[in-house]
């Protein structure tokens, strides 16, 4: 495994995402002075999930020769890895940043159409007047709630899933072969102690020697944990199916070009401000760090 190969996915990631939020909030400004089309907003659009979509096959293609970097990767800070999902961001976060993004005037209307009072005859959404600042319609309101269960619900299995993954490795098989090692180690000790009239051939009571009788247990060893790579593998993979297909459906099957472009200006500006935020709290942290050390030892030797 080559991280700094991995370290240099996610910064061309991150180059990647910062020249797509400069085209994005360029075409969000056009749209508003009325200069571009939807057709034009949706090629910009669909580059978007092109970038996220090409992000998706490099991890999967590196998460296949270990995909365990991914879910505490070093090359982010502490901060970004307490608030990662599965190796990323949680899907129906996407969702929830859209509720927030349209507004009091679209929560207003949330509790009606949940409650039913939104809806004439038959169930159907009523009206068609655009809510919040997105100007969302009823008719997408409801979409968006489907999905939103829909993303929660498979969010819900992979977690499982993971959780089942952890517990699995820590049971069975793993801890069976740790203690059958250290049965295995335990023995080739007592043998060497006998053999060598209680010291082995380093002068060492009861040390086992380098190249002992471990080998079959080692080869187990690592097979269990390849097996554990591999799962988070393909969990990684999945995940991100899961972040891609919501955003998708969202994007380019239940908004507007326009409100699509909105939304997916913000998750940007989430994320690169999650991440700036998290890096300047670092170097302030680290900037104090010998000024508390010399502090304490001043402290210290009067």
């Not at 939020?21 to 978007?48: I, N």
């Not at 977690?159 to 180690?185: C, F, G, K, S, V």
């Not at 190249?211 to 080869?219: E, K, N, P, R």
């Not at 187990?220 to 991100?240: I, N, P, T």
Request: proline share 4%; with cysteine.
């Amino acid at each position: 495994m080559d991280l700094a190969r991995y370290a240099a996915c996610h910064r061309q990631w991150i180059a990647g995402q910062e020249a797509g939020l400069a085209e994005l909030v360029a075409a969000a400004a056009s749209a508003a002075a009325g200069r571009t089309t939807d057709e034009e907003l949706s090629a910009v659009v669909e580059r978007c999930m092109r970038g996220y979509e090409e992000y998706a096959t490099s991890r999967r293609a590196m998460a296949r020769e270990d995909g365990a970097p991914f879910f505490a990767p070093p090359w982010c800070t502490a901060f970004e890895n307490a608030v990662l999902w599965l190796g990323g961001c949680r899907p129906s976060l996407t969702v929830r940043l859209l509720y927030s993004l349209s507004g009091e005037g679209l929560e207003a209307h949330i509790e009606e159409l949940l409650s039913g009072r939104g809806r004439g005859e038959g169930g159907v959404v009523s009206g068609s007047t655009g809510m919040g600042l997105l100007g969302i319609t009823p008719a997408q309101l409801d979409q968006i709630n489907g999905l939103h269960h829909r993303t929660l619900r498979e969010e819900g299995l992979l977690t499982d899933r993971l959780a089942t993954l952890q517990e699995d490795i820590a049971d069975r098989p793993l801890l069976p072969i740790i203690r059958e090692r250290e049965r295995a180690a335990a023995a080739a000790a007592a043998a060497l102690t006998a053999r060598h009239g209680g010291a082995n051939s380093n002068g060492f009571p009861g040390r086992l020697e380098a190249g002992g009788s471990s080998g079959g247990v080692d080869a187990e060893v690592d097979g269990a944990m390849e097996s554990y790579r591999a799962g988070l593998a393909k969990l990684l993979e999945e995940a991100d199916e899961l972040r891609l297909s919501t955003a998708r459906a969202l994007a380019t099957q239940i908004l507007t070009p326009r409100q699509a472009v909105e939304m997916l200006v913000a998750g940007k500006q989430l994320h690169l401000s999650v991440r700036d935020w998290s890096r300047r709290q670092e170097r302030e942290q680290n900037a104090r760090l010998p000024r508390a050390s010399t502090s304490t030892s001043s402290g210290a030797n009067p």
